[in-house]
Structure formats: C-alpha cells, structure tokens
C-alpha cells in the first residue's frame, strides 16, 4: 500500500542573508527585508539563533532562541505595528523605601540620638 502525497509543507521560511543593516527572508517565494531599525530583536543575536526560524503557521514566524514571534503581516506593513511602549513606569516600585540609595554622592540621612 502507497502513502498519499503529502500536502505543502508549512515550513517554507528561510534567512537568505545578515548584514549590518537587517536580514533577508524568503516566505513562500516572497523576499522581505527585516530593518534592524524596525525589527530590533535580531541586531545583537547570534548568526545561528537568526538563522534558526521557524514557520508554526501560515504568517507566523518564530525564532525558538531568541523567543521571538513575528507576524508576516508586520513585515508587509511595519508602520502598522509600532515599536513605542505605551507603559509609563511606576517610579514608586523603582526603589524599595527605606533602601539606600545607588547614585554616587546621594547618602541615606543618619537618625542623630536625642539628647535629653
């Protein structure tokens, strides 16, 4: 008995170049560039963890060791998905109170003994 032919595979990504400006992908005959600018994940990864992409579903791209998932469509079209974090911090969980200071020249004031 033979086996029927398996269907596409899904798997049809792959890095076909780095430079110091982004990389190259090929996704289903389609060459798209990755602007380190836009796409910041990658500038300091290593050749391997980049080239290491995987395709989990059709328009999804992920990279196991750098746990990065990007969507083909923010490749299309990057000005619909911007990089600018809409979480302001919470300054009062920067330091713990009563926590000494780490800026050089700032001291913790000392408690003086009363005098009776």
């Known amino acids: 008995m033979k086996s029927a032919q398996l269907g596409k595979h899904t798997s ?3 890095v076909l170049g780095i430079s110091s400006q982004g990389l190259w992908l090929l996704v289903d005959d389609r060459e798209y560039f990755l602007g380190f600018t836009q796409f910041p994940w990658f500038k300091r990864a290593s050749v391997g963890a980049v080239l290491n992409v995987q395709r989990p579903a059709t328009g999804h791209l992920y990279w196991p ?3 990065v998932d990007v969507a083909v469509e923010s490749i299309e079209h990057p000005e619909r998905f911007p990089l600018v974090s809409r979480v302001r911090p919470n300054h009062a969980l920067q330091r713990t109170a ?3 200071s780490t800026r050089p020249g700032v001291t913790k004031p000392r408690l003086r ?3 009776r």
């Open 12 to 14: 049809d990504v792959e």
């Open 98 to 100: 009563g926590a000494p």
């Open 113 to 115: 003994a009363r005098r």
């Open 65 to 67: 060791e750098l746990d």
